[in-house]
Structure formats: C-alpha cells, structure tokens
C-alpha cells in the first residue's frame, strides 16, 4: 500500500484585499466573468484560479481563464444550458459562447489524479474537495492562488504571492514525494522556471538532479504533448537549455548522448531560439515542422544518399532512434522523415539558386520544407521576413501529358465504302 499524502494544513488563508492588489477584472475576459458572477450570484463560490491569476499578476496576457467552484459538474450544468459535462475521473464543465469560445469550470478536488491513495472514502469525498485541499493539490506555489469574484481580493493557501514576489519556483508539498508520484512535475518546474525567469528552489533542483531517471515512467504520448507545450512557449530555448543541465533531456532521449557533444547542444538551443522568434511573431507553425527542427542537430553528421527514397527511409529510421524516448506516431514519423529529406535535397539547389525539380514542389511537405531550410539557414535577423508561407516560391507546374488522339472505330452496321464510282 502507498503510503498517504499529508493533508493540507488547516491554517486560514492569507487573504490580500483588493487595495493591496493590482489585479483588476478590466483584465479578465467578459466569458470568464460573466460565468464568475453567475456562480455567485447563484449562492456558490467562484474563483479564477492557477497560471491566469499567476500571469496577470506578472503583467501578462492570460491565454485561459480557468474557474474552480464549490458547485458540483451537474449544479453547474444546470446554471448554463449552453454546456457540457466531460471527463469522467475528474469531471468538468464546458460552457460555450458565441464565436466558438470556450470556459472552463472544475469543482475543487480534493486532491491529483496522481496522488490518488488506498483510503476508505466514498469515491464522491475521494474527489472534490474544499478550497484549500484543491490548492495543495496543485503542482506549484505561484499556480495555487485563486481570485474571488465576491469581494475582488486573492486567496493563497501555499505562499505563492511570497514566491512571486522573490522570482521563486518552488513545489507545493515535499518535492521527492510529488516527483516519484508524477515525474512530469519535474518539466513543469522547468516550464516555468524558463517562462518567468524566476529561480527554481534548491530543494527541487536536487530532486529532479536525483530523480531524473523517473520521467522515463511516465506514458510516452504525455511527454511528448508536454514538450510540445515547450516547443510552442516562446521560451524553448531557455526550457532546453534547463533540461541539458538538469539531465532529464538525456532521461527522455538517452540515444542522443553520444551524439551531441557540447557543440551539438549549441545547435539545439540555437535552433530553439530561432523558433521562439516565429512564435513571438504568432507565425504557425505545424507539430511535423516542429519535430523536424528538433532532429536536425541529431541527423546533421549522418551520411547523405543521394537518392531520395533511400535518404528518406534512412532519416526515418534514425528518427525513431532519437524519438524513442516518446510516442510518435507513424504518420508523423512519415512527414517529418519526407521533409528532413527533402531539405537535404533541396539545399544545394537553393544555395546555388538552381530551379527545383516539379518532382519535389509536387510533394505535400515542399512548403514546410521550404520553410525549414530558412530556419537552419537564414541569419536570425532575416528570420521573420523570410520564414513566412508568403514566400514560398511557388511550385513548379506538372508536365503537360501528351494527350493522344484514338481513333475512332466503325460500328458494326457501318459497311467499308469504296471510292467513288
């Protein structure tokens, strides 16, 4: 039996009235707040809660507002008919606005569905929880603050407005505890620590410098949507360069060892850094693109074949190699070894300002590709003129066919004519 999580201490809250916060509803989206003030005026608690309270309060755009509340998924329901109940552990309530815009609303739990412990309690009291108990439950300090919509002040259970404050990441809980129960923790502390700046505490650098190794339990396909969180923050760069010095990059990717070497690191962090440039730009960018900018400075000292099929089956074998580490699927695996490929063949011919073979524009990844050459290629201070789908020279038109002319045969009442007589 797993031993059982300690329960949140029962001290009151540090309540922080509005007159000594700068955190304004001006600030908070019109859904939100109108979903906020319905619960309250509807006789329930409702809080803004986690990394929107935590981002408004550093001066940034929020890109969710999520709400917590003492009201159960189907008390909510009932409040809003434009909703819908999902999950089915941990159930929450969608409610929908015109324009496809969605608000998320959760009921407090008790605790995560990673520190769930043997205990006798109903399965209703083993799920929600009170305010408190659903701010221990969460990952980090400066995540555990909520907002009340009755009296405008913010509520911490975990100090995380003294965190904020020092710049400081710090776990909520005992960080061995927390990081053998759920290893992704240990991403997340980086995550935040590249975003924001802030300095992680030194009790959590130990654990994750000690349990690394146990990222490597956890489903692959969740590390990998984790990293694509990273790959599409704006602050790649800083995440990866977190996770080299940590180790836990070499913990999810232990074939890469051998290969990089201090300069390779470079690289990857270099490249990291050029796609934080597009996407502090809002350039789109695909999850294949992402994925093959990633493998470059793995696939860079490979040996190159000049046929294309086999550079292409030769790239997607090392790809799985490198990738082992996480779930990627065999489509994905499929476009991003065409692309990688692809821009192999395609950069003698762009250097040289050769024209392209209508062979290779006619593939589906040709603009990616195109795209991917200027990310490894272009001076960062071209990036963003060049990078964008509105360059992409246009394809090459397919060869006309011959269209060849049959001719057409005698129907069988028609009689062979002689000359004329």
Not at 217 to 229: G, N, Q, S, W
Request: glycine share 6%; net charge positive; with cysteine.
């Amino acid at each position: 039996m797993r031993p059982h999580l300690p329960e949140p201490p029962v001290a009151q809250p540090r309540i922080i009235p509005r007159p000594e916060h700068h955190l304004s509803r001006k600030d908070i989206e019109v859904e939100a707040l109108k979903v906020l003030y319905r619960l309250h005026h509807a006789g329930y608690t409702a809080y803004l809660v986690g990394g929107s309270v935590r981002d408004l309060l550093l001066g940034k755009r929020p890109k969710d507002f999520d709400l917590v509340t003492d009201a159960r998924p189907g008390e909510i329901r009932k409040l809003f008919r434009n909703s819908r109940i999902i999950g089915r552990r941990f159930r929450l309530v969608q409610v929908f606005f015109r324009g496809g815009h969605i608000v998320e609303v959760s009921t407090f739990r008790r605790r995560s569905e990673f520190d769930e412990v043997e205990d006798n309690l109903p399965p209703r009291d083993k799920t929600y929880g009170t305010p408190a108990e659903d701010a221990w439950r969460r990952d980090l300090t400066i995540n555990g603050l909520f907002y009340n919509i009755a009296d405008f002040s913010l509520v911490d259970y975990v100090g995380g407005l003294e965190d904020l404050k020092a710049g400081r990441i710090r776990v909520i809980g005992e960080p061995a505890m927390r990081f053998v129960r759920d290893p992704v923790r240990m991403l997340r502390v980086l995550r935040h620590a590249a975003r924001t700046g802030f300095k992680i505490d030194a009790g959590a650098i130990d654990e994750i410098l000690a349990k690394g190794h146990l990222i490597r339990l956890c489903p692959p396909a969740r590390v990998r949507d984790e990293l694509l969180k990273d790959f599409r923050s704006a602050a790649a760069r800083p995440f990866f360069q977190l996770m080299l010095q940590s180790g836990l990059f070499y913990a999810i990717f232990p074939a890469w060892k051998p290969r990089l070497g201090k300069s390779g690191e470079q690289r990857l962090l270099e490249l990291c850094g050029r796609l934080d440039l597009l996407f502090k730009a809002e350039q789109p960018i695909s999850d294949s693109l992402l994925w093959a900018l990633f493998l470059t400075p793995y696939l860079e000292r490979e040996p190159r074949s000049p046929n294309f099929k086999e550079l292409r089956d030769h790239i997607q074998q090392k790809a799985r190699e490198a990738l082992g580490g996480i779930e990627f699927p065999r489509q994905r695996q499929d476009e991003v070894s065409q692309m990688l490929a692809l821009v192999e063949i395609l950069t003698p011919q762009l250097h040289q300002n050769r024209p392209i073979s209508s062979r290779f524009t006619r593939l589906a990844t040709y603009p990616e590709a195109w795209l991917l050459y200027h990310l490894k290629e272009t001076p960062a201070a071209e990036l963003l003129h060049k990078c964008t789908l509105d360059k992409i020279p246009p394809r090459a038109p397919q060869p006309k066919r011959r269209r060849v002319r049959r001719r057409r045969g005698r129907g069988r009442g028609e009689k062979e004519t002689g000359g004329e007589g």
